[in-house]
């Protein structure tokens, strides 16, 4: 998939290539094991030393056994050197025997890249409810040479019902050395804000504070990750993993360092661009919907509003008809659950302003028309209530959505 990224912070600049790998000392590949039928489905990566780590996982109550076996991991020593991923079965309501599974995966990939088990970092996306054709995986597993980098294999290895593979990698001068960030991310259905069947992976050659790294992706995790929504649904699986290896040698970040908050704008550029590519990427979607909030009373009125009016079913049929149906636009306001005075509401699409203070305005309705037949769709809302700003993605649902999850098991 074509990068989203426009940086236009001074001293980030995106790369053209690369994902995972791109930051000095990780690799990345993948393969085909047999849990699909003919596509990879077994990837991973790999730091040459064990990494500080930190990860965000879905608030859903079905956390899969893949996620506590990977909490297990980082919780002894907050460090992980390699992550093994495998799609296809998702290793979710399995029991004791799925808990079993994953530990003994995580085993068998440590003992075959000659790591430590707690410095393993293990992952499932797929069917919920089956259990891990465990021959394959092991099989897989000892297929796998650290020395056959191949990022474009992994990207692929973690798809589930994407229709693109999704990276990133950028870098920034920290005390005088190149740091780059490299992600990669799946995620196309299940997808809204706390996060969906979505998993991204992110890396860095930068040295951080496990602490500060922890606290910064969850930060940048509410205002990125959880700020996507596709269908509504919030999956089982779900997980933000960050590794960073401090291989470019800086001094160790933090908000005490005078570059801490640079790092920071890279790793959340990082992070918006491979949000925006899952909701680009939604099951059917022919359409990106972006939905801005000014003027809230703080920034988690606006949050609210913005998933409210991205999330809406009207609101993304309606953009799918090319149908400036505004209506739906201040339904979805009203019912986000943060008041608001009605009288002040402004709401444009694109360049055609539709609402002004509450009420609607003569607007050219094939110019709107012919706005939403294009593929990147900007909806701006403007409260006039405080200084609460925030931005939702999402996209267009179209009959492409019903057909395949109609038969997604079958």
Same mark, same amino acid.
Request: hydrophobic share 40%; proline share 3%.
């Given at each position: 998939?074509?990068?989203?990224?426009?940086?236009?912070?001074?001293?980030?600049?995106?790369?053209?290539?690369?994902?995972?790998?791109?930051?000095?000392?990780?690799?990345?590949?993948?393969?085909?094991?047999?849990?699909? $039928?003919?596509?990879?489905?077994?990837?991973?990566?790999?730091?040459?030393?064990?990494?500080?780590?930190?990860?965000?996982?879905?608030?859903?109550?079905?956390?899969?056994?893949?996620?506590?076996?990977?909490?297990?991991?980082?919780?002894?020593?907050?460090?992980?050197?390699?992550?093994?991923?495998?799609?296809?079965?998702?290793?979710?309501?399995?029991?004791?025997?799925?808990?079993?599974?994953?530990?003994?995966?995580?085993?068998? $990939?440590?003992?075959?890249?000659?790591?430590?088990?707690?410095?393993?970092?293990?992952?499932?996306?797929?069917?919920?409810?089956?259990?891990?054709?465990?021959?394959?995986?092991?099989?897989?597993?000892?297929?796998?040479?650290?020395?056959?980098?191949?990022?474009? #294999?992994?990207?692929?290895?973690?798809?589930?019902?994407?229709?693109?593979?999704?990276?990133?990698?950028?870098?920034?001068? !920290?005390?005088?050395?190149?740091?780059?960030?490299?992600?990669?991310?799946?995620?196309?259905?299940?997808?809204?804000?706390?996060?969906?069947?979505? #998993?991204?992976?992110?890396?860095?050659?930068?040295?951080?504070?496990?602490? $500060?790294?922890?606290?910064?992706?969850?930060? !940048?995790?509410?205002?990125? $990750?959880?700020?996507?929504?596709?269908?509504?649904?919030?999956?089982?699986?779900?997980?933000?993993?960050?590794?960073?290896?401090?291989?470019?040698?800086?001094?160790? #970040?933090?908000?005490?360092?005078?570059?801490?908050?640079?790092?920071?704008?890279?790793?959340?550029?990082?992070?918006?661009?491979?949000?925006?590519?899952?909701?680009?990427?939604?099951?059917?979607?022919?359409? #990106?919907?972006?939905?801005?909030?000014?003027?809230?009373?703080?920034?988690?009125?606006?949050?609210? !509003?913005?998933?409210?009016?991205?999330?809406?079913?009207?609101?993304?049929?309606?953009?799918?008809?090319?149908?400036?149906?505004?209506?739906?636009?201040?339904?979805?306001?009203?019912?986000?659950?943060?008041?608001?005075?009605?009288?002040? !509401?402004?709401?444009?699409?694109?360049?055609?302003?539709?609402?002004?203070?509450?009420?609607?305005?003569?607007?050219?309705?094939?110019?709107?028309?012919?706005?939403?037949?294009?593929?990147?769709?900007?909806?701006?809302?403007?409260?006039?209530?405080?200084?609460?700003?925030a931005t939702a993605w999402g996209c267009d649902l179209t009959y492409d959505y019903v057909k395949i999850n109609a038969s997604y098991r079958t």
């Open positions: 998939m074509t990068q989203i990224i426009d940086v236009d912070i001074e001293h980030i600049h995106a790369l053209s290539h690369g994902g995972v790998a791109a930051p000095k000392g990780f690799k990345a590949g993948g393969l085909h094991c047999g849990i699909k $039928y003919k596509r990879p489905d077994l990837g991973w990566i790999h730091s040459e030393v064990p990494a500080n780590a930190a990860a965000v996982y879905t608030t859903n109550q079905f956390q899969a056994a893949p996620l506590l076996v990977t909490q297990d991991s980082i919780a002894i020593e907050q460090k992980l050197q390699s992550v093994v991923v495998n799609s296809g079965v998702a290793n979710a309501c399995t029991g004791d025997e799925g808990m079993t599974n994953a530990y003994h995966m995580r085993k068998l $990939y440590a003992e075959h890249v000659v790591a430590e088990e707690h410095h393993i970092a293990v992952v499932s996306t797929g069917l919920i409810g089956e259990q891990l054709p465990m021959e394959k995986v092991s099989h897989g597993i000892q297929q796998i040479a650290l020395e056959d980098m191949n990022e474009d #294999l992994f990207e692929k290895a973690i798809l589930t019902t994407d229709t693109a593979t999704k990276h990133v990698a950028l870098q920034m001068e !920290i005390d005088g050395k190149t740091i780059t960030i490299g992600g990669a991310a799946k995620g196309s259905g299940m997808i809204h804000p706390n996060m969906a069947t979505m #998993l991204a992976f992110m890396t860095t050659d930068a040295a951080v504070s496990q602490t $500060y790294l922890h606290q910064a992706l969850k930060d !940048i995790t509410n205002k990125t $990750y959880n700020m996507i929504t596709v269908d509504g649904d919030t999956s089982t699986n779900d997980m933000v993993l960050v590794m960073a290896n401090g291989l470019a040698e800086n001094k160790p #970040l933090s908000k005490k360092h005078p570059q801490w908050d640079l790092f920071v704008k890279g790793l959340e550029h990082a992070s918006q661009t491979l949000a925006k590519m899952i909701a680009r990427d939604g099951e059917g979607a022919t359409k #990106l919907v972006e939905v801005q909030v000014k003027g809230a009373a703080d920034d988690h009125a606006a949050q609210a !509003i913005s998933k409210a009016v991205a999330g809406s079913n009207l609101v993304k049929t309606a953009i799918y008809g090319t149908d400036p149906n505004w209506g739906r636009i201040v339904c979805a306001v009203g019912y986000s659950g943060k008041p608001i005075d009605t009288n002040n !509401i402004k709401v444009t699409l694109g360049p055609v302003t539709v609402v002004e203070k509450g009420l609607p305005v003569p607007f050219n309705e094939e110019e709107a028309k012919s706005y939403l037949h294009q593929e990147n769709i900007h909806i701006a809302v403007e409260l006039d209530e405080g200084q609460g700003t």
